[in-house]
């Protein structure tokens, strides 16, 4: 069972995706993203055509690559921002 710290660590580590069926752009991005993960990470696609919100928010402007919040890339991969995301996500050393 994992406790609330390595929850939270989880949590920091999940790039979210948003996307559509049937779109080759996301479908590429989603492909070539999976090996930058490195058990670093994982990915959480978001179907923006399953929620109005999300769909009124990205509409034609997917495949966009998020994290916590703060947006990574759009459109292609960015392989530099997943990088520096997945860095500043890491667990600091101990002192």
Same mark, same amino acid.
């Given at each position: 069972?994992?406790?609330?710290?390595?929850?939270?660590?989880?949590?920091?580590?999940?790039?979210?995706?948003?996307?559509?069926?049937?779109?080759?752009?996301?479908?590429?991005?989603?492909?070539?993203?999976?090996?930058?993960?490195?058990?670093?990470?994982?990915?959480?696609?978001?179907?923006?055509?399953?929620?109005?919100?999300?769909?009124?928010?990205?509409?034609?402007? #997917?495949?966009?690559?998020?994290?916590?919040?703060?947006?990574?890339?759009?459109?292609?991969?960015?392989?530099?921002? #997943?990088?520096?995301?997945?860095?500043?996500?890491?667990?600091?050393?101990?002192?």
């Amino acid at each position: 069972m994992a406790t609330a710290v390595e929850r939270s660590l989880d949590a920091m580590r999940v790039l979210d995706v948003y996307s559509r069926p049937g779109c080759h752009l996301c479908e590429l991005l989603i492909e070539e993203l999976m090996p930058l993960l490195r058990a670093r990470g994982c990915v959480q696609v978001h179907d923006i055509d399953r929620d109005p919100e999300l769909e009124k928010k990205y509409g034609q402007r #997917i495949p966009v690559v998020e994290h916590r919040g703060r947006l990574l890339c759009e459109f292609k991969l960015d392989p530099a921002a #997943i990088e520096r995301a997945l860095r500043e996500a890491e667990p600091s050393a101990p002192d």
